[in-house]
């Protein structure tokens, strides 16, 4: 079973129109460039969220800016949406295409155009990989702090768009707090830079407005990034707890404290016993939680926050310690935390991963609940999380194959966002709004907040172009999830 | 009673001329002379929120700045993008519009980076909550951050959410005898390094430098870069709010660029800060000459402070590309349709 965003919220567009529309984009590319085979068009029928599938009309494979300028301009000119994509390993279905639009791969963006050591910034294209950016920047002792589970495979581009974070961001921050710059195409094919080599820039910062815009007010064409000192060491303690409210207390202790560790994260029960089978790094299975937490720094450092952290877990009534005693056993502690979503899945046959962030001190309560609605809806639920962040992600097992667990899964999943925000949290952290949490944007705000979204949307592409149907609901979607309790 | 958003819905919507939204007035000279009736917000305070272990404080727009943060102090807690005070008079609102961020921006980040969220009255008297009070959120557009900055041009900031965190361990300021080229030289190579610099000031042939972090890593840095002259206690409080004799100026010039640039020959006296990506400069020179020196090396170029009837004729910001002052135009469009709030401040157009 599958699902496609909304056609109501994409503009339709004449079949004239798309005529004229693929005769210019085959006379600006290469054939190789233009993908229109059912076939070929298969592998871009949705990003990490598949569950939702929708084939584009057709595909380009830019390769120059000037390309990309061009084709941004004949969709603009004939009105026809355009879906920008990276490496599709986006969550939420950000990157899923919209039905009659075209596909603007920036797969063929893959290079690191420079990297200056001496100011700690790189300047990349939006297909370069994460993690290629610390792989290259480490030559000078530099690397590229956010770090996302998928940072193997996923786009700075795609980054950008989802305003991504990760195990460091607690300490490091997000997406948007390591992007100096950006070389951006408008949808008429207006080239602009916004931010600055510079500490700032005159003027509204909008950088900050297209970081997490989820490709819907321009296209990414260069971004400069902010490269941060590699730690000369980092140690890892691992604590084990008999419940899940004193390891929520333990979190918040830390905090309190006056530490920032450089990684603070959490795994439940479900989870552990998952990752452990996987993976083998020795976790206590008999725990009711399990938190890690990572100190980085000079090794004066790292050894005063250890023992101050090791001090305050105990305090909070840890039942196990364990430090890391060298890199590969650091790396041992962390393999199944970010191992977590792919052991999860040998476990079951499909899962939902949501994304909630709630204020640290309802994470006991919040994973109280959540247990509760696994009962109720009969589903199982693994949570692995961002306890310093209070970045939830609860894994909802099903089976597609099963009639009606995806239906009972999505529901689950939309009644542990609608939680979040009930403790004062958001309906995302990290992984974007893109199709799948529409529905619950309008329980996060109010019809006053999400026409002001839709304005500030109008001021980049008044036509709505830019991936639409994504991240903001319009007016009647709202008010049909409100009466039914779905968007779809 | 100190919430008086209902007070400011009524004002906003009856407003047939512009308003020109102030707090304590400690940055009335910043940016674009002041238009409009005056809206005082500074009685609409209070700290509605703050809870240490969640690392977020959220206050009404008229708190002052001094008791946010003294109530942080005894948490041992701090703003780390230390805005400028200015003024005892200075509030959260004005700080939060304003955008300023002070010595340690260059390793804490700015104002931006720490605004979590916002309650905003727009242009048509709607209350509008953007943002949160949680570290991570990526729920519709960051209008929260837009709004810093934006010098109230957007609408009212009736509340922010700041992210807060521990004060360092230690500190120590250390001063170093050096040129402006061997200091910009040795900031940006120190810059590299797992080093625990936070901020760095140089000014007539003296480098100050201050390192803050835990004891270890701080004593270990002191050693490793040398014992160096100690510089007045109040020094960086002096920088932070421009209390040091060389910012008592008619004229002072800010530019922004970025930190690896070398010396900027321009006559005048400079005090550079943030390793060299902050040049303060008090000179003659016609403003085009200093703006066109700025951009040349990527940055841009403030007119800080200035008799009024020079800000009128440069402006008080750098000029922005056409592309840009028209998605300026369309937010400021789409937020305050009517062209009420602060008209000018930033820029003419806005």
Redo the contacts between chains.
Sequence with gaps: MSHSPSSADVPEVPVEARDALFHELAAILPPAALITHPEELKPYECDGLTAYRQLPWLVTLPETEEQVVAILKACHRHRVPVVARGAGTGLSGGATPVAGGVILSLAKFMHILAI?????TARVQPGVRNLAISEAAAA???YYAPDPSSQLACTIGGNVA??S?GVH??KY??T??NILKLRIA?IDG?V?E?G???????????L??L???EGM?AVVLEAWVKLT????TARVVMASFDDLTQAGNAV??I??A???PAGLEMMDMPATAAVEDFVHAGYDLSAAAILLAESD??P??V???IAAMQTVLEKAGARDLRVSQDEAERLLFWAGRKAAFPAVGRITPDYLCMDG?????HLATVLTRIGELSARYGLRCANVF?A????LHPLIMFDANVPGELERATEFGARILELSVDV??????????GIE?VGQ?CV???P??LA??H??????DPHGLLNPGK??PTPRRCSEYRLTGTAR | MNDLSQQFIERVKSATAPLCIRGGGSKDWYGNAPRGEVLEVSAHRGIVAYEPSELVITARCGTLLTEIEAVLAEKGQCLPFEPPRFAAESTIGGVVAAGLSGPRRVSAGSLRDYLLGVKLLDGRGHELVFGGQVMKNVAGYDVARLMAGSLGTLGILLEVSLKVMPRPAATATLRFALSQAEALERLNRWAAQPLPIVASAWHEGMLTIELAGARAAVEAAQTKLGAGDTAPETFWDDLRDQRLPFFASETLWRLSVPPTTPPLDLPGEQLIEWRGGLRWLKTDLPAEAIRAAAAAVGGHATLWRAPPELKERVGAFAPLPAPLMTLHQNLKAAFDPRGIFNPGRLYPEL
């Design positions: 200056d050591p001496q100011a700690c000078y002792g530099l989802e305003n974070g961001c607690l921050g997000l948007v707090h408008l207006t602009v916004i600055s080599n510079a500490f700032d820039s005159p003027g509204y910062d909008l900050a407005l970081i997490g815009s007010l000192p590699k730690p000369q918040a202790d905090i309190a006056g530490i920032i720094g000079t004066e450092e050894e005063e926050e962030t709630i204020p640290r001190k961002h310093g962040d209070g970045n004062g949290g958001t309906i995302t952290g990290e992984h974007g709004v949490k944007m996060q705000f109010t006053d907040e002001a979204f304005a500030v949307k109008a001021a980049f991240a903001v």
